[in-house]
């Protein structure tokens, strides 16, 4: 039975010859990839720590400047922040897959990227719930499906429960400062302000509306 289920989830991982990927991106572009990614850059230190929760941290062979979580991630190269990346170490680690901030790098090194003719899958994540479906898609992309669902499940459940657990608490006023000077915060579409909303009040769809 062991050999079977070891078989049976192998097989899930295996792409068959000739047989595409495709995924859509929150940036709605389509991506596909001939096979599963076998190097990937990630230019964001959420998106770094995503795909290895969506068990693709092996295939990562780099990262943005601030990646720090998990450990191994800080032991990868860095190929620059989200205002100025190092165009020619991307280059130079091959990779067949660059994950992005669509938001967050700069749109003109985006540009930059665009030309380079890798596949490029752009995130943006603005409710909880898009965190469960991010992993789903990398996890698609590098062809590790069977951890990354696994994870999105175990996501869900906890939100799940967390709503359900504080779902007859008052709702608290916050001011969430990002920087002192100049002063700067986020908008209510931004998904820090989502995450705090759907915490404090319980009362979020599975798909709130940005």
Known sequence: ????????????????????????????????L??????????????TE???????????VGVGAFADYPEAAKKL?????SAMLDLERIVALKPDLLVVWRDGNSPQQLQRL?????????SEMGTLADIAQ????LGRLAGTEPAAEERALAFE???????ERYAGRTPLRIF??????????????HLVMQGWRCAARATCSARSRR
């Open 77 to 81: 190269p860095k190929v620059g922040d």
């Open 176 to 189: 969430y400062r990002v920087w002192q000077r100049p002063l700067l915060t986020f908008n209510d579409r």
């Open 1 to 32: 039975m062991i050999r079977l289920a070891a078989a049976l989830l192998l097989a899930l991982c295996l792409v068959p010859p000739g047989f595409a990927l495709t995924v859509t991106d929150d940036a709605g572009a389509t991506i596909t």
């Open 34 to 47: 001939p096979r599963p990614a076998q190097r990937i850059v990630s230019l964001a230190p959420h998106l």
């Open 50 to 60: 995503l795909l290895f929760a969506a068990g693709a941290g092996g295939r990562v």
């Open 157 to 163: 459940q906890r939100l799940q429960t967390l709503r």
């Open 114 to 122: 665009a030309t380079l003719g890798i596949p490029v899958y752009a």
């Open 134 to 137: 991010t992993l789903r898609r």
